[in-house]
């Protein structure tokens, strides 16, 4: 935190100056967490769920937002996780990262294999859609390499998954009601 602090000193001195804002305010105060709940007030609880990421990037969390009955879950970077699906269960909503990488390009090099060591791919992500039985799951974080397109997952999905299933993208917006989870049309 302290190079990060470095890193934008200009920034933040700019804007304390620009705006007459209190330093306080941007000062960070960095927390080591640990699974289990890691914010809980006005209703809203978020828990950090350990997921699998690789073992060079340990240790790694997913988050589970519980509010007024509604569950929003988010996977991080992850692999399929026993663990994540445990804390995933029952989600009205779930934001998951997903990986596909062409098998061309994976034969030819070993820093796109290593990439996908530690990211789920489409059959991956399909399995815990599947056990979890999410409202609404909406892919986002796609690491796609050599010519993957948003499609190509989709369709490996499809072939175990047969709910919900979408692409996210910038901005989208999801409202998760009581009755039913949607995508907000702007």
Do not use: C
């Amino acid at each position: 935190m302290t190079n990060l602090e470095r890193a934008y000193e200009w920034d933040i001195k700019t804007r304390i100056a620009d705006q007459n804002l209190n330093p306080a305010f941007v000062k960070p105060a960095p927390t080591d967490m640990n699974e289990g709940v890691v914010y809980e007030q006005h209703g809203i609880r978020v828990a950090a769920i350990k997921v699998n990421h690789g073992k060079k990037i340990d240790p790694s969390f997913g988050y589970r937002i519980d509010y007024d009955g509604r569950t929003v879950v988010l996977s991080g970077d992850t692999k399929y996780s026993p663990n994540f699906v445990k804390g995933a269960k029952g989600a009205d909503l779930m934001i998951h990262s997903v990986a596909s990488i062409a098998k061309k390009l994976l034969k030819k090099s070993k820093v796109m294999r290593a990439i996908l060591t530690h990211h789920s791919e489409p059959e991956d992500t399909a399995k815990v859609f599947n056990a979890v039985k999410t409202r609404l799951a909406v892919y986002s974080h796609l690491v796609l390499y050599g010519g993957q397109k948003p499609k190509d997952i989709l369709n490996r999905a499809r072939k175990t998954y047969a709910g919900p299933l979408l692409v996210g993208h910038d901005l989208m917006t999801i409202n998760v009601a009581a009755d039913k989870v949607s995508v907000v049309k702007k």
